[in-house]
């Protein structure tokens, strides 16, 4: 079992940043990928950005240039800054880790925090 904490949503101007923290409960090198989800009210969550274990990373199109994913091992942390924000980027964000079992890819997620933007 992983229990993942979020903070840092709230309420930015357009153009604005925020950067949002996301701490395990277990040290992140026993976990194989973390990353961001984001979602509307009538859609499906969407993948915003992921790290692996090996430091790779993956960001959605829309956030390409703008959020940087980034974690800091000592803390088991993983971090989503988010600059030049959008109205668009409104939507609650959830943590989210998978952890690699032999054949089992297990997921968790955190209780999503909410990033609004206004224009």
């Known amino acids: 079992q992983v229990q993942l904490v979020e903070s840092g949503g709230g309420l930015v101007q357009a153009g604005g940043s925020l950067r949002l923290a996301c701490a395990a409960s277990?040290?992140?090198?026993?976990?194989?990928?973390m990353g961001w989800y984001h979602q509307t009210p009538g859609k499906q969550r969407e993948l915003v950005a992921a790290i692996t274990s090996g430091g790779r990373t993956d960001y959605a199109d829309s956030v390409k240039g703008r959020f940087t994913i980034s974690v800091d091992n000592a803390k088991n942390t993983v971090y989503l800054q988010m600059n030049s924000l959008k109205p668009e980027d409104t939507a609650v964000y959830y943590c989210w880790v998978r952890v690699i079992r032999g054949p089992n890819d297990n997921d968790y997620w955190g209780q999503g925090t909410q990033v609004t933007v206004s224009s």
């Open positions: 277990r040290s992140i090198f026993s976990i194989n990928a």
